[in-house]
Structure formats: C-alpha cells, structure tokens
C-alpha cells in the first residue's frame, strides 16, 4: 500500500517538473481513495478534479479547503445545490439551463461560481458539451448571470489512441478560446483552457492549454 502511495507522489513530482510554467495540473480523481488523493496533495497537487459530486463530497469531507476543487463531470440539475456549497470552479457547463440553476444555487449561497463552457470539439452527437458554433451565443447568456464568472473553455477531444488526432480538435478550441478573448465580453474573466489528459496532454499543451486533466498517469489505471 505505501509502495502505491510512493508510486503516486513520485508520478505527481514528475508530471510538476515536465509542466511548463503557467499550465495548471488538474489531478482528476474518479475512482481514488481519499488516502490516494492526499499522496497526490502531499507531492504538490493544488486542484482536485471530480466527476462525481457523491464521491467529492467524501473526500471534501476530509480533505477540505487545503486545495481547490473543480467540477470535470456531468453535472444534474438536482446535484447543483451540492457542486455550489464543495467545487470552486465547475468546468462543464453546457446549457443555459444548467447556468441559471448554478446562478441560482450560487446566489442563495452568497458565492460567485467560476465556470468553463464544454466545448464538444469533436462534433460527437453522443457526447456533452455545446458544439463550437454554439459557444459564443451560451458564453453571451452565462455573463448575464451576475453570479457565473465565466473564466474559459474546457474540452475533452475525441477519445483516439493516437494523441495526434486529438490535435486539430484542440486547435479549433484554442482558436474559438482566442476569439471569445477578442470578444471583450463584459464581466467574463477568459483565462483557462482546460484540455488535455493522459493520453493527450503534451500535445494539448502545444496547442495552448493552460490545464490539463490528469488520472491514470498520477493514480495508474482505472480498474
Ligand atoms: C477521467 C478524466 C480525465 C483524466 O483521464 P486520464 O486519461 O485518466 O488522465 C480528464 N478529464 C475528465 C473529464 C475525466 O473524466
């Protein structure tokens, strides 16, 4: 067990020293014991990712407020109430829908909630996130709520074995992510350019990510 826990802090110093400056890591924690993310914290990680607001209530419950949390999944209606009260920043908002519900939960708490707009780079029909050509029309509703700060763009890219092809997908982000910045959209805050994964990163941070989701390559494969 504490070989394991070694094995995490080792991947988590590694992947700190391999990051260039200004690109945030993102320790993307489905499926890990509480003990396994405080390794992780213990080695230098800052931002917690979860997909699932039930098991980042556990480990919120010990972990608390020493990092900070950001939202990576998809997020119901009825567990927005919750995300508000844990995460600091909920990078898959893909509705307008889902942006007043936030609004709402974030304003009866007294908070103002930092969100990303999911960018479906892909074209995937099955897959979340708001096609490209939708992204200025949902970020010009989200900066009308006064408790959203809409502060970028994330995306995941098609799921290829071959982190080439994800390239051209994060490209396009990149470009629509420069063009919204161009917008000077009043009240938004467009700093954050969440791509990029195990697989994928190094080729996510040539085309400009600014943070980088990582699981398998700090926690090791998923079982
Ligand atoms: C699981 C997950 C990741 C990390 O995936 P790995 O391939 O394990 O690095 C990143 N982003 C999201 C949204 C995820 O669900």
């Not at 499926?31 to 556990?58: P, R």
């Not at 490209?132 to 994330?154: C, D, T």
Request: neutral net charge; charged residues 25%.
């Amino acid at each position: 067990m504490s070989g394991e826990l070694d094995y995490i802090r080792e991947n988590v110093r590694k992947l700190l020293q391999e990051l260039p400056p200004g690109v945030e890591l993102v320790a993307a924690a489905k499926q890990q014991t509480t003990e396994k993310i405080l390794a992780a914290i213990e080695a230098g990680i800052k931002i917690i990712g979860e997909n699932y607001v039930q098991e980042a209530v556990a480990a919120f419950q010990v972990i608390g407020r020493r990092v900070s949390w950001s939202f990576i999944g998809h997020l119901q209606k009825n567990k927005v109430k919750k995300a508000v009260e844990i995460f600091d920043m909920i990078e898959t908002v893909d509705s307008v829908d889902l942006a007043e519900e936030i609004n709402k939960r974030a304003a009866a708490q007294g908070k103002i909630m930092p969100v990303l707009i999911e960018v479906n780079s892909g074209r995937e029909p099955q897959k979340f996130g708001v096609f490209p050509e939708k992204v200025e029309e949902l970020a010009r509703a989200i900066i009308q709520f006064p408790n959203l700060k809409l502060s970028g763009l994330m995306t995941m890219g098609p799921f290829e074995d071959n982190p080439e092809e994800a390239r051209s997908y994060f490209r396009e982000t990149k470009q629509l992510f420069d063009y919204l910045q161009n917008l000077n959209l009043p009240g938004a805050d467009l700093r954050i350019l969440s791509m990029g994964m195990t697989n994928s990163y190094r080729v996510a941070i040539e085309e400009g990510a600014t943070r980088v989701r990582i699981g398998t390559k700090i926690f090791g494969p998923r079982v």
